[in-house]
């Protein structure tokens, strides 16, 4: 296809606007209606799936009205909708509307990551986009920054559906391919199960957090297999930037699909959230999301264009059920990758250790749980409440650590080690929670290192003071 070409003796194309794994998008004009297009012709000879990318005109032609099909069952303002389906050259095509706007990881580049309300405002956007296609029977299995177009009035399009798949349609591809990218998947289809809606879940989350944090939450890898063992793993490094919007974001992201809301749940959520308001997190039944964090989580997070379109390329195509995955996720990562973390069989949840809360002062309460734990380490939450009749205009929260325990990771807090060896400990709060009112309260988290055995989880004495 070329510059100037008429396509379908309707469709006049004008420039290449876009490259995925399966085609090329150009912007064209609709002759007929008189109004701008997105053309997607679909690349079958580059396809890395062998067999569609030998496909017969006739197979290729019933590959890409599967794809029509599934992406013109959802009409919704947030989604980008599939007008049309023809043929040109031989190739299939999807016309599609087209939208002024800017991919989501290009409007990060630009701005440098963007604040936890305005997140949640486009999350709440894309989240009612997929609830739809949920509802539709379409499960997106690619949601990520790329995939996300925003226009200069704030609206957000989440498009690609090219890759997904209808509950009981035939897939595109024909030998296994999953197409997604690995920085971003779910957990469970790392491992080779299926895409489910709750797995949209997920990659909506690790979206918003990278967003969010300049990262996605399995870091980055120039070792694809690396990654995808982490992935699996869910080896997830808290936010440290997302501030009150965290309990919520690793909600989407716990490991088990059956922890984390629907998707039209989601929408709920971060449509009150970006509101100014907050909504209640159900506590997690069995947590293992928050696990140790990688060598990665300690690089920078300001977002760069090669950071977040590079994953975007380094990962299209995974073999599910195939050779590759199969081995990457059994055998141990080349190149020195960090190994995967225990599985979830192996990972233990911490039985019963809640602190029961100490009030100091009369208004600040806190309470201790350790809610994850794994051989050599073990996460804690922290509730900071108040309990008075006015407004709490800062907090800290002191104890002392158990001999050989370590602080690695904090978030939502900031943290002063204090006596012998360090192990006086004090937490105050961050700048954006230094404010609690009179009934509210705010959290804070941390991952630590012990040289004890995985159930030997001692739970401080701790005590709230107001600043």
């Known amino acids: 296809m070329d510059e100037g070409e008429l396509v379908a003796e309707r469709y006049r ?7 995925g ?13 008189e109004r701008e297009v997105a053309v997607k012709q679909l690349l079958l000879g580059d396809s890395p799936d062998q067999e569609l990318g030998t496909a017969t005109p006739e197979q290729a032609s019933a590959a890409a009205m599967r794809e029509a099909r599934i992406a013109a069952k959802l009409r919704h303002p947030n989604a980008i909708s599939v007008h049309d389906v023809v043929t040109h050259g031989g190739r299939p095509c999807l016309v599609m509307e087209y939208l002024r706007s800017e991919p989501l990881d290009a409007v990060l580049v630009s701005r440098g990551g963007l604040p936890p309300q305005e997140a949640a405002a486009i999350g709440a956007q894309v989240a009612a986009a997929l609830a739809a296609a949920h509802t539709a029977g379409i499960v997106h299995r690619d949601v990520k920054p790329e995939n996300i177009l925003i226009t200069e009035d704030g609206t957000a399009k989440i498009t690609d559906f ?6 009981g349609v035939a897939t595109v591809t024909t030998t296994g391919i999953l197409a997604g990218t690995p920085a971003y998947l779910a957990p469970e289809v790392a491992g080779g199960a299926q895409a489910t809606p709750r797995s949209d879940v997920f ?26 063992h982490r992935v699996a793993a869910g080896e997830l490094t808290p936010p440290r930037r997302a501030g009150e919007l965290t309990e919520l974001l690793l909600w989407l992201l716990r490991r088990d ?24 997190v159900p506590r997690s039944r069995a947590p293992t999301v928050a696990m140790p964090a990688p060598p990665q989580a300690h690089q920078t997070h300001t977002p760069r264009r090669g950071l977040l379109i590079a994953i975007g390329a380094a990962g299209v195509a995974l073999l599910v059920g195939g050779v590759l995955l199969g081995v990457a996720l059994r055998g141990t990562p080349s190149g020195g990758a960090a190994a995967a973390a225990p599985p979830s069989s192996t990972t233990t949840a911490a039985p019963s250790t809640s602190q029961r809360p100490i009030v100091a002062g009369g208004t600040c309460v806190a309470s201790y749980d350790v809610v994850n734990s794994w051989p050599g380490g073990y996460q804690v939450s922290v509730t900071v409440r108040n309990d008075g009749d006015t407004t709490l205009e800062g907090w800290a929260v002191r104890w002392r650590l158990p001999a050989g325990h370590g602080i690695r990771d904090l978030w939502n807090g900031r943290l002063t080690e204090d006596g012998a060896g360090g192990t006086d400990v004090t937490v105050s709060d961050a700048d954006w929670n ?8 705010t959290t804070f988290g941390f991952n ?7 159930n030997t989880r001692p739970v401080p004495t701790i005590t709230c003071q107001p600043q």
């Open 434 to 441: 230094t404010t609690v009112p009179a009934g509210g309260q």
């Open 203 to 228: 990659s909506l989350g690790a979206t918003l957090y990278a967003v969010i944090e300049g990262l996605p939450p399995f870091g980055i890898d120039d070792n694809p297999i690396a990654l995808l």
């Open 13 to 19: 194309l004008e420039s290449v606007i876009g490259r």
């Open 257 to 280: 699909p059956a922890e984390r809301p629907t998707m039209k749940v989601a929408h709920e959520a971060l449509s009150t959230f970006a509101a100014g308001r907050s909504f209640p």
């Open 162 to 167: 090219g890759v997904s798949r209808a509950v």
């Open 21 to 33: 794994a399966m085609g090329v998008v150009w912007l064209a004009h609709d002759e007929r209606l």
């Open 448 to 454: 630590a290192t012990t040289p004890g055995t995985p």
